[in-house]
T-cell receptor, first 114, second 111 residues
Framework: GAGVSQSPSNKVTEKGKDVELRCDPI?????LYWYRQSLGQGLEFLIYFQGNSAPDKSGLPSDRFSAERTGGSVSTLTIQRTQQEDSAVYLC????????????FGDGTRLSIL | QKEVEQNSGPLSVPEGAIASLNCTYSDRVSQSFFWYRQYSGKSPELIMSIYSNGDKEDGRFTAQLNKASQYVSLLIRDSQPSDSATYLCAATERGFQKLVFGTGTRLLVSP
């Protein structure tokens, strides 16, 4: 596709369940980023990938959060034992490479924890 | 000081006027600066990127960067009601690849 694709667009789950969010970057983009935006809050960096490696995991809020990227393309963000404070919009972005290239965002996954 | 700071607004301008959005940043961010537009309930959309001092124009948008004063601004000429949105200023953190975002300025353009 032409843009960054994220799925699902919406996810409602019960507290304590695991969730998996998917991101398919723009074709040819080697760098991929995950952010989250809570209601009324700014965008918070979570993690980025260059190829399949994640040099900077500093933004992951806790060890319940993990992410992987395979084949230099699709990435999944997994949240285990979800908590209500995990409710947010999870945004994925990609860029051509890491050299300060503009990041282009997908439509996001709206996660609601009941 | 926050790494990227913006006035939350709202900034109200009449249709056809110039809207001026400002952003200041700390020494922890540098090199690359971006303006994103975010409509309510939507994801950020890239409008402009600027890397060096001076002005950069693209259609009705002009980004201005002043590294000595550590500010970056976005001018929107001939503002339209469809420009009403939250404008996010972002910068790359020095030595890292992540974007650091300001909290955004809400722009309201009245017909």
């Amino acid at each position: 596709g032409a843009g960054v694709s994220q799925s699902p667009s919406n996810k409602v789950t019960e507290k304590g369940k695991d969730v998996e969010l998917r991101c398919d970057p723009i074709s040819g983009h080697t760098a991929l980023y995950w952010y989250r935006q809570s209601l009324g809050q700014g965008l918070e960096f979570l993690i980025y990938f260059q190829g399949n490696s994640a040099p900077d995991k500093s933004g992951l809020p806790s060890d319940r959060f993990s992410a992987e990227r395979t084949g230099g393309s699709v990435s999944t963000l997994t949240i285990q034992r979800t908590q209500q404070e995990d409710s947010a919009v999870y945004l994925c972005a990609s860029s051509l490479d890491l050299n300060n290239q503009p990041q282009h965002f997908g439509d996001g996954t709206r996660l609601s924890i009941l | 000081q926050k790494e990227v700071e913006q006035n939350s607004g709202p900034l109200s301008v009449p249709e056809g006027a110039i809207a001026s959005l400002n952003c200041t940043y700390s020494d922890r961010v540098s090199q690359s600066f971006f303006w994103y537009r975010q409509y309510s309930g939507k994801s950020p959309e890239l409008i402009m990127s600027i890397y060096s001092n001076g002005d950069k124009e693209d259609g009705r948008f002009t980004a201005q960067l002043n590294k000595a004063s550590q500010y970056v601004s976005l001018l929107i000429r001939d503002s339209q009601p469809s420009d009403s949105a939250t404008y996010l200023c972002a910068a790359t953190e020095r030595g890292f690849q992540k974007l650091v975002f300001g909290t955004g300025t809400r722009l309201l353009v009245s017909p």
